[in-house]
């Protein structure tokens, strides 16, 4: 009885647990039934006349952005069209000449029976990839390079002068002024360019001509003319380069990357045999430009004998006293004075694990904080040596002989065709890191005395794989001392030491005055008396 009673109340409570298992799914879909359209009608317009006029508006805004945009961009296409379609006509009428002529080029045979936007895309990369411009080439000697020329947004620095040509000048020709400003205007596009957005996450503002330090140029007449252009960067300490290249057609990004120059330490090593008058002058330039302006220096003097050396012991003392400033070494040599074994002896004296960058200087160079920039943007380990031509200053006492008082040191330095050259034929100052100095060689030992030694380090880095940098430098400045050539020196460097210093003295002009002065005043007097008996 009592079983029976039980499985009732079972299957009862099983029917009832079974029904409420039924039930469940019915108020599921009852409460997630979705609304209707009715009810989002009713929520849009709760929200309210202004928030819907709101959204037309930012979309219709947006809608107009990205309408100028993709004209800007049409626009864009279509003058890279038409420059294509003029380059491909001028290729072809070269060509053509070419053909007539029986000189085509070796490897434009294909070129020239049916150009296309391809072939010439592809005959413009091989021009990049055989120009001088990613990696240096084997050159048989120093005549063989090809300078580069400095630029600024109002001036150019050239080596090439002439009647119409100056050291230092604003461009006379207008291809010459379109072409330099027209390479600017292309970098700053590439510069605040989308894809350098991407590309550049450090950067923080937009660049502009002012932001713009100095450019080098330079033209293989068989393949086209490289740029580097040096750009400011977000602190003072950064720098953007950005290298182009014009195939003799449109500019073609080669690289562009962000220099940081906050650890490039400089070691300038100077050799230094008496001269302490001469050192003087150097160190008072060093303390306002190394010291005061730049601060990421050593200065490496190697002394070659004893008399005057206390001079500079004193000196270097006085300097650590009243700055602060202690990265000095003072090598003393008690051998015959060489500029090389002191410029060797130097850079090998450096122990620290830091890959220095070296400065080989003379006492009697003027340097600016701009051209310590230069040697750092300049030279790369492994890759790039700056070989700077600088401008040397002619005899202050001939160019301002018609003055009562010479001009201060600081007016003197300016570069003009009356005050001073270029000195291309000097390869003494350099810039290059010491493991490819080491690499290369270094000097030849067995020079003594003065000349040669530089050119000697110069032949070896044309013989390698390095870039050589050469160009010429509006920072670094050779300053007029009397020299004197040695009755005692070889053949062939006491003509270069006579030559040096019949260079040193003054311009063709000034040294043609000099040499018919007499003839000039007599003129001059009989033109005198004529005027007073007339």
Not at 227 to 242: A, H, I, S
Not at 318 to 329: D, G, L, M, V
Not at 382 to 401: A, C, D, E, M, T
Request: proline share 4%; glycine share 6%.
């Amino acid at each position: 009885m009592f079983k029976r009673w039980l499985l009732a109340l079972l299957a009862r409570f099983g029917l009832i647990v079974l029904g409420l298992c039924c039930c469940l799914p019915l108020f599921y879909f009852l409460a997630c039934k979705p609304t209707s359209h009715s009810s989002q009608q009713s929520l849009l317009w709760s929200v309210g006349a202004t928030s819907k006029e709101g959204y037309m508006a930012l979309l219709q805004e947006r809608e107009d952005s990205h309408r100028h945009y993709i004209n800007s961009l049409t626009k864009q296409i279509a003058q890279l069209k038409e420059a294509l379609q003029e380059r491909t006509q001028q290729l072809q009428e070269s060509l053509d000449k070419a053909k007539t002529k029986g000189i085509l080029p070796h490897g434009l045979d294909s070129l020239h029976k049916n150009p296309t936007q391809s072939d010439l895309k592809e005959f413009f990369r091989s021009q990049l990839n055989q120009a001088e411009v990613n990696s240096g080439a084997k050159l048989s000697s120093e005549y063989a390079v090809i300078p580069f020329d400095t630029f600024t947004l109002r001036r150019v620095y050239q080596l090439e002068t002439g009647l119409t040509r100056h050291p230092e000048e604003r461009p006379a020709r207008r291809d010459s002024r379109d072409e330099l400003i027209g390479t600017v205007e292309t970098a700053l596009h590439v510069l605040n360019g989308p894809q350098q957005h991407a590309d550049n996450v450090r950067r923080k503002h937009t660049y502009s001509p002012s932001d713009f330090i100095e450019g080098l140029t330079r033209t293989e007449r068989d393949r086209g003319t490289v740029y580097q252009l040096m750009f400011k960067g977000d602190d003072p300490q950064d720098f953007t380069q950005l290298v182009l290249f014009r195939p003799f057609g449109p500019v073609v990004k080669v690289k562009s990357q962000s220099v940081d120059t906050r650890s490039m330490l400089i070691n300038i090593i100077v050799p230094l045999s008496k001269r302490a008058d001469a050192f003087r002058q150097f160190i008072t330039n060093f303390r306002e430009v190394c010291i005061k302006q730049d601060s990421r220096v050593h200065l490496t003097v190697v002394y070659f004998g004893r008399d005057q050396i206390d001079q500079v012991k004193t000196m270097l003392d006085q300097t650590t006293r009243e700055t602060r400033f202690r990265s000095f070494t003072l090598i003393q040599l008690n051998e015959e004075f060489s500029r090389g074994r002191g410029l060797e002896v130097g850079a090998r004296a450096w122990r620290r694990s830091q890959n220095v960058l070296l400065f080989f200087c003379d006492v009697d160079i003027h340097f600016t904080a701009d051209f310590l920039t230069s040697c750092r943007l300049n030279a790369e380990a492994g890759k790039k040596v700056y070989y700077p031509v600088l401008f040397s200053q002619y005899n202050p006492s001939i160019i301002y002989s018609n003055q009562t008082l010479l001009p201060s040191l600081q007016q003197q330095l300016v570069i003009r065709k009356e005050t001073g050259f270029w000195r291309d034929f000097g390869f003494g100052m350099t810039c290059q890191y010491r493991s490819d100095f080491i690499n290369i060689g270094g000097f030849d030992r067995n020079i003594k005395g003065w000349g040669l030694e530089d050119v000697h380090l110069y032949r070896k880095y044309l013989h390698s794989k390095l870039m050589v940098i050469r160009s010429p430098s509006r920072g670094l400045f050779h300053l007029w001392h009397e020299k004197n050539c040695a009755d005692e020196l070889p053949p062939d460097k006491y003509k270069m030491c006579m030559q040096t210093k019949a260079m040193s003295e003054a311009s063709h002009g000034q040294l043609g005055e000099l040499l018919f002065k007499p003839e000039i005043e007599l003129r001059l007097n009989s033109q005198k008396k004529t005027n007073s008996a007339a």
